[in-house]
């Protein structure tokens, strides 16, 4: 922190912007205890200066009238202040009384992305779930990413074990469904990468993205390839086809690491070019020329995201991502993809699957799915509350999440939340899903808490990091681990225990997870809380001072020092440490992916949907929360739909008419955008709109209300081995508002 002004108490404090995982460097400049603006910190030696809208907005969220200072209690329909002390007793009186009638296992947890960007959450959310007992575990995962994790582990045998492209040295970067301009990376860490486009560009090299709508990325790229939504797999099978049939797979450094290729090979076999280009609404030469590029570049890089993800054959289009990069040797290569190595392995220690837990298990009471990666499907939350019976959900624990507007279905589980006993929501504001809790717990704001990016650098092919301690004091609140604990602990039915022996007992438990001795740890970190979770990251880390062993390793003192960060290491080729699979190699064919390739088979011999839904992101928004900052809702509204010109023409649509949306399991109205920067057949909405509940207290959302594209999402539409929603192809008609036919439901 640099003082500036010690008469006016003037200050400028570098942090990273924890909203994303471009951890942009900002300076935040204060005034009498108020921010007076944020600007990019160009000292910063991550992002040197790179910055976009939401990064300026921190001080806004900071002093945003409507979130919340102290805990609050539900009683009956009135919300009440009340001192931590009463909401904690409060909560333990309605968790007795759903243990006492229903048992341990009634209760049910829903965690948020957001939980990543909070330091003692994401730090204390494995310690308050382990000691709540809760086994019925809900997430944002399963709406966004599952299928990345499920394939990596599979193949890699790691959930996080995700290869970044290397965009920095690449000759070719091949983007599907990914929009860097709207997310600044996403499972992706990078500085500025619509720079490192033009970069690409001007070295030579080729940027080409596949979506079905032409997204600013797409417009600043080489080439644009608008397929059908949900093909992805099929077209980068067909690549895989020309690959094998020309003989030219080449394995490089991967050769002797890599099983499965013999059956991977009869799969390709079946999707020649011609085969996918129907499915996917292109030409055939579009995708023997994309297999002849990557045939005819040394150095190229893949990535998927979103688009891939959230779609009917999410698993499928994540696998070959992955599968393309090793076939043509670019998988942990410099200028293909590579994985990191971060300084603080804090999702190693704090979020991966026990060992010994199978991929998927057991099955959900009502519908019968499995839990995959520990985790049942978000949109089965709403019929384990509302469905009587044994096993019914009666009790809830949210964190850092709004699945009422994120998650698929919110119709139904906004119905469903009220017949809960006990609700409890970690959250700073009285959004669409915790208006239904019983307690609210708000943590501090994200310039009230200390910052070290616990999940963007598990993304970054760069090693280093950045800390800032607490910019304002958080005042004589509880210290927020001890929050997480608590409730924990009063869930799991022992409202009295011991905290400080639990974070003890769970700090030693890390340690041993990184082969540190507990009782070195202890003694050389005592103080308790998510810092010395930190600490002992970085020691244990592949840089760290492993406690007085490695001569020269880090600490968490030489980022105390270093406020503009430090960068420690460029990424390097790690195939050869081995990989911790049963054979200890790459499986390029895991048999649970292979066996989901005849559902894919059997959609292509359909014939195509006439019209469905796609999502989209903007600059200025972050899912569903930012939406309560005026700076970053004002102007034009973007809450629209988009729709070619020729979809629009033949349903008699004109620019700035409303229409009803309507899918098979809800209806919207929203005012249309025509563009022919989207394919015909497809039309899209942003995600995270909605605000119209008037039992919220989001003054400046609710203004900006929207409509949640969500109420288009039917649960029970999901990609069939992760469970993860389908947010991407979903059947919809479109017509113009207050018409007759603006009352039917399309049938998937």
Known sequence: MIIVDAMTNMHVQSRTCPLCEAMCGINVTVENDRVVNIRPNKDNVWSRGHICPKGTTLGELHEDPDRLRTPMVRIGGEWQSASWEGAFEHLAELAEGVRSRHGPNAFAAYGGNMGGKDSALSRYSGLMLGTSGIRQIFSSSTVDNHPKNLAAILMFGHEWKIPIPDIDNTELYLIFGGNPAASGGSIFAHPDVMGRIRDIRARGGKVIVI???????????????????????ALMLAIAHVLFERDAVRLRHLDGLVNGIDALREVAARFTPERA???????????????????????AAIYGRIGTCTQAFGTLASWMVDVLAILTGNLDRIGGSMWARPVAPLVEMLATLPKEMPVVMGKSRVRGVPAVLGQFPASCMAEEIATPGEGQ????????????????????????????????????????????????????????????????????????????????????RPEPWR??????????????????????????GLATKVSVDPDVAIEALPNRGQERILDL??????????????????TLADFRAAPNGLIVSPAIPRAQEGFPTASGKIEIAPDLILADIPRLEEEMAKPPVQLVLVSRRHIRSMNSWMHNVDSLVRGKDRCTLHMHPDDAAQRGIEEGDRVAVSSQSGDIVVPVEISDAIRAGVVSMPHGWGHEDPLTRLSVAHA?????????????????????????????????????????????
């Open 393 to 476: 959900i009666k009790g809830l624990v949210t964190f850092a999440a709004n699945p009422v507007l994120s998650a698929p279905d919110p119709a139904k589980l906004s119905a469903a939340l009220p017949l809960l006993e006990c609700m409890v929501s970690l959250d700073n504001y009285l959004n669409e899903t915790t208006r239904h809790a019983h307690v609210i717990l708000p943590s501090p704001s994200l310039l009230e808490s200390p910052f070290y990016d616990m999940w963007s650098w598990v993304f970054c092919l760069t090693s280093g990091g950045q800390y800032a301690p607490p910019l304002f004091d958080m005042g004589d």
């Open 211 to 233: 979506d079905p709508v032409r997204t600013k990325t797409a417009k600043a790229a080489d080439q644009w390839i608008g397929l059908r939504p949900g093909t992805d797999a």
């Open 483 to 508: 929050v997480f604990a608590r409730v924990g602990a009063i869930v799991g039915g022992n409202p009295d225990a011991d905290l400080d022996a639990l974070d003890d007992n769970y700090f030693r």
């Open 537 to 554: 990251a970085i020691r244990a880390g592949p840089f760290g001072d492993r406690f007085g062993a490695v001569a020269g390793g880090l």
């Open 277 to 299: 280009a129907a499915f996917c609404g292109i030409d055939a030469d579009v995708i023997t020329k994309l297999a002849d590029q990557w045939i005819n570049t040394d150095r």
């Open 704 to 748: 900006h209300a929207g409509a949640n594209t969500n109420l288009l999402s039917p649960g029970t539409l999901v990609d069939a081995p992760s469970g993860n929603a389908v947010l991407n192809g979903i059947p919809v008609s479109v017509v113009l508002a207050g018409t007759q036919a603006a009352t039917a439901r399309v049938i998937a």
